[in-house]
């Protein structure tokens, strides 16, 4: 199978944390489970703290894992829910960078997924 990924490196820096975001189509929940076993490829993406992810099927509704960031596969579900984007996946990673975000972190995913709506081309 080939995985057409989309991936924008160092969006974001917050207070050592960094973040990138990855995107590709899916009709599937086994394509999903393949693009992040792809994106997770790259050492630096499998050992990052988070690849959190969201998309919404046009025949099944919306999927989600938050990979222990709480709530930021939800920001996802409803960016792409606004935008009415269907059957892509979107992937946000973040390694720690040693400090708390708080809910800063949910704009830095909220940023991250904007760039990836902006940037994007179909």
Do not use: P
């Not at 599937?28 to 393949?34: G, P, Q």
């Not at 800063?104 to 995913?109: G, H, I, L, P």
Request: proline letters at 0%; a positive charge.
């Amino acid at each position: 199978m080939f995985i057409f990924m989309i991936t924008f490196e160092n969006i974001i820096s917050d207070r050592g944390s960094k973040y990138s975001v990855s995107g590709c189509s899916v009709s599937n929940k086994l394509e999903i489970k393949n693009a992040i076993k792809f994106l997770k490829t790259k050492k630096k993406y499998a050992k990052a703290t988070h690849n959190t992810w969201a998309v919404i099927f046009s025949d099944e509704g919306a999927i989600k894992s938050d990979d222990g960031e709480s709530g930021a596969g939800l920001v996802i579900v409803r960016m792409l829910e606004r935008k009415g984007i269907y059957d892509h996946l979107v992937v946000v990673t973040r390694w720690f960078g040693g400090v708390q975000l708080g809910g800063d972190r949910f704009r830095r995913v909220q940023d991250c997924v904007r760039y990836y709506f902006e940037n994007y081309t179909n």
